[in-house]
């Protein structure tokens, strides 16, 4: 029998969401998840879960916040939820300039689409994601200005966005598997 302390540790898991942070947070992290606390500390911060469920509200509450802070900018031609996106694969959100042929002329027009799992998740959290895409209407590069206008338009944009990651994080590690990679949601009916 090998003495505790010559025991090999078990590897450390890898917090993908919290790639960039120091060691400490990722340390404090590791050991919530251990306890299994992690997901109920952030559920307890941010209890509050919001009421838009639709593309249609999504694309309102989008406009509302381009209105209030972004009214320069190019217009949008659709926001909704993408089941399709692999919010555990890093992509929370999407925003695209596309160009479709009509009538034998380019339209182009922007679309924001948001990781369908933001649906269920806190209030803060599809603000800040929001933010964060509408942010790239007008800065496509995560510079120095980019993060400013998250500011501008969100001062807790860097809390929300860390503890996004501790949400992201207790989903990855202390949902069951299955649930994780459970089929996407039926597509909504045509309008």
Do not use: W
């Not at 890898?14 to 990722?26: D, K, S, T, V």
């Not at 659709?78 to 009538?103: E, F, I, P, T």
């Not at 649906?119 to 120095?144: C, G």
Request: glycine content about 4%; charged content about 25%; aromatic content about 6%.
């Amino acid at each position: 029998m090998i003495p505790a302390h010559t025991r090999p540790r078990p590897p450390m898991q890898p917090l993908n969401y919290l790639a960039g942070y120091p060691e400490h947070p990722q340390q404090r992290a590791r050991e919530l998840l251990a306890q299994g606390a992690l997901g109920e500390a952030v559920r307890r911060r941010y209890p509050q879960p919001h009421a838009v469920r639709s593309d249609r509200q999504l694309y309102d509450y989008v406009q509302a916040l381009k209105e209030r802070h972004l009214r320069q900018s190019v217009p949008l031609g659709k926001v909704l939820y993408d089941g399709k996106l692999q919010v555990l694969k890093h992509a929370l959100g999407l925003h695209m300039a596309v160009s479709r042929n009509h009538g034998g002329k380019l339209r182009a027009s922007r679309e924001i689409r948001i990781a369908s799992v933001f649906r269920d998740t806190p209030a803060p959290f599809l603000r800040m994601i929001v933010v964060h895409e509408l942010a790239h209407l007008k800065e496509a590069e995560h510079n120095k200005a980019f993060y400013q206008l998250c500011l501008h338009m969100e001062p807790d944009y860097h809390q929300l966005e860390f503890d996004l990651r501790l949400y992201l994080t207790a989903l990855e590690h202390e949902v069951p598997r299955q649930a994780l990679h459970s089929p996407p949601a039926a597509p909504a009916r045509p309008r």
